[in-house]
């Protein structure tokens, strides 16, 4: 069996190229065969390299669509995070604070809501320290010292 190399490193046999040429073996002489076999071969091996290329690319793009599909959710994410910590700095309380800080223990506002809830427990203190003075100079204090620390 005569080995027949094509483009692309593609390697066919006669036996094969006979075997899916139309034409068969009969009525060529054999330089006409090894003709028809070259042009079959390259053909074949030009097939090949397009149908890998399609390939290639198809894994191309399906790397691409995940990675920007990741990128869109990580981005989400964000977006949630933002606001539910927009949300509970809104809020104004203890326990908005609290429920942030258990939901998103581990995040860039961490800090940020863990200085506003003791701020916060500070300002409540000192209300509390006000009510139960109920004198209007208490009073005065607080809402000035709440004015400072918020």
């Known amino acids: 069996m005569r080995q027949i190399a094509g483009r692309a490193g593609a390697t066919l046999t006669c036996a094969r190229i006979a075997r899916n040429s139309r034409f068969g073996r009969s009525g060529f002489n054999l330089r006409l065969w090894h003709k028809a076999d070259i042009?079959?071969?390259?053909?074949?091996?030009?097939?090949?390299?397009?149908?890998?290329?399609?390939?290639?690319?198809?894994?191309?793009?399906?790397?691409?669509?995940?990675?920007?599909?990741?990128?869109?959710?990580?981005?989400?994410?964000e977006e949630e995070l933002e606001q539910a910590f927009a949300t509970a700095k809104h809020?104004?309380?203890?326990?908005?604070?609290?429920?942030?800080?258990?939901?998103?223990?581990?995040?860039?506002?961490?800090?940020?809501?863990?200085?506003?809830?003791?701020?916060?427990?500070?300002?409540?203190?000192?209300?509390?320290?006000a009510v139960a003075a109920t004198t209007r100079l208490r009073l005065n204090r607080f809402s000035t010292a709440t004015r400072r620390v918020l």
């Open 39 to 77: 042009t079959f071969a390259s053909r074949i091996a030009l097939e090949e390299e397009s149908r890998r290329k399609a390939e290639a690319e198809a894994r191309e793009r399906a790397e691409k669509d995940r990675v920007r599909k990741k990128k869109e959710a990580q981005h989400r994410k």
């Open 91 to 129: 809020a104004d309380s203890i326990s908005a604070i609290d429920t942030f800080l258990a939901t998103h223990p581990e995040t860039r506002y961490t800090d940020e809501a863990q200085t506003l809830r003791a701020a916060l427990v500070e300002r409540d203190d000192a209300f509390k320290v």
